[in-house]
Every structure is written in structure tokens, then in C-alpha cells.
């Protein structure tokens, strides 16, 4: 995938205000259109700067866009950082999701398409954003942004703080991003995807409006030993071969402290065990899948002497019935 400088595209700083963006487009939409155009390449630098335009001209995508970081040149390689959109802040119904961009490059549906924090998480939920009160109050927006917990976090819950970035335009026209600092309260059992919801921390309604809401959409960091799918968690467990063939009790971790299971004897590589209830809390709560991994003995001439020992004694073909 190549970047995009959409900056570069429009003709403009990256210090250009709105005004600035917006007097660039005009002027190269006349110049490019398609029906009116002469240039041989009209329909593509068109298209490139409805593009641009799209991303350049609303402030929340604008400043996304800005945390990419300056050094990215035009056609370079490039893929989204493992954390974008992380804590990033916006309004519901302002990001690209819900409205067709299918004419538009594979960089823009990465950064801006349903997969990303700014298409399909601001369509998550019904909001109030924009409701009127007694016929001239309107409610503030809803606002709605991805952030990351850890594993433990959701099967625990209790009181976090997170870090969220909320862009905002000055008076001039420029973008910039505040930060802004937040205490939830993490609920036990809360899956990937779901949202949080803190009433009264979206914008301020106007004319005597009451506040929107914050949503919070839930994203686990990547864990060590864990992986999880709804409330259901798996994790691999290296065996030993004795172990797997005479079926031992062995000791395996979980969210709530390492439990004693038995195998089953003969147990296979790849074969998947289930701990009931050893999952995220909930009701009914999430099960701890136990996919089984045989592992062979460090290299030794004592163990070469116990395998040739086991090929001399238990003679059988593990490929029988492979034509």
C-alpha cells in the first residue's frame, strides 16, 4: 500500500487552515473536473483530490491524518501503525463509515474505512447528538473512541485511567489535538468491541442542551498466553510426549490463577481441552480452551538413546493409511 500526502496532492501546507484547503480545492476542481478538463490525466488527479479533500477538509480526520507524522514521503511504502486510532476521540456520525468511498484508494479504507477506528466504531450504538429539547435546546454530540486493556482488566474489572486525544479547531482555522485524561470504571466480563458508555463526557449541548456521551469501544491488547473470542479464552499448552501419552495431571494458567488438569492418555498435538467456566465472567460465563502442543526434550545424547530405544521397541508407522 503507498502513502498518500494529501497535502502535497491540494497544494498546501501542512499549516494551511481550513479557508486555505478550502480555496485550494476550488481552484484545482475547476482545473481537473473531468467534464471540463483538457489535462490528459483529469480523471485520476480528480480523484485524488476528492480524496485529499474528503480527509483535509473535516478537522477529526485531518488531525488522524496529522498523527501519521510528517516524514512519510508521497508513493512510499506504507502501513497503519499497530496502535492507530487508539484513544483518538471523535464525533459519532463524522467519520467515513456509512458513506461511499469505494472510488477511493486502499490507504483512505485503512485509515478511514469500516475496519478502522473511524468507520464502523462511529456506527456503533444510537446516540442523541443533535436531538432538540423543548424545541431549542439541542443535545451535544456523542463521541466515540478506541481504547486498549489488558486481558486481566476485563476479567477483573475495576477502575482504570486512560488517555484519550480530542482534536479541535481554533478560531483561525488551524487543527490541533488536546489530551485529555479520564478514570473509568472497567466492568467485569466487558468483551472486545463493546462499548462503555460515560454519560455527559461527549460536547457540550447548545442553548441549555445537556452533554453528549463518550463511548468507549473496548480493544485487548495483544497477551502473552491468552487469546479471546467473546467471553471464551484459548491457550496453547506445551506437553511433554510421556505426558500426552499416558495422560498426566499438569498444571495449566488461567485468567482467575493456574489450575491441575488431567489429559486424556494417547492426548494429540493440536487436540483442544475445555476448562468450563474459566473464561471472562459473565452469565453464563465464558469457557478456557486448552489446545494441546507436544513438545520434544532439549537435544541430548541421553534422549538420541531413549528415541532410538523407542524405535527399536515400539515399532509403527505413523503415516499408515497415507497413500
Known sequence: MRYKD???VMGVPRTASQDDIKRAYRKLARKYHP???KEKDAEERFKEL???HEVLKDPEKR???DQLGANWKQGQDFRPPPDWGQGFEFSRGRAAGGEDFGGFSDFFSQLFGDGSPFGGAARAGAGRGGRTQRGFAAAGQDHVARVEIDLEDAYRGGSRTIELRSPE???DGHVSVKPRTLR????AGVTEGQQIRL???GSLGRGGGPPGDLLLEVNFRKHPLFKAEGRDVTLTLPVAPWEAALGETVSVPTLGGAVEM????GARGGQKLRLRGRGLPGNPPGDQFVELEIVLPPDSPRARQLFEQMKRELPFDPRAGIS
Open 6 to 8: 494529501y497535502y502535497q
Open 35 to 37: 467534464d471540463v478538463s
Open 50 to 52: 476528492q480524496e485529499a
Open 63 to 65: 488531525a488522524a491524518y
Open 169 to 171: 479547531m481554533s478560531a
Open 184 to 187: 473509568v470504571s472497567i466492568p
Open 199 to 201: 454519560a455527559g463526557q
Open 262 to 265: 488431567r489429559l486424556p492418555a
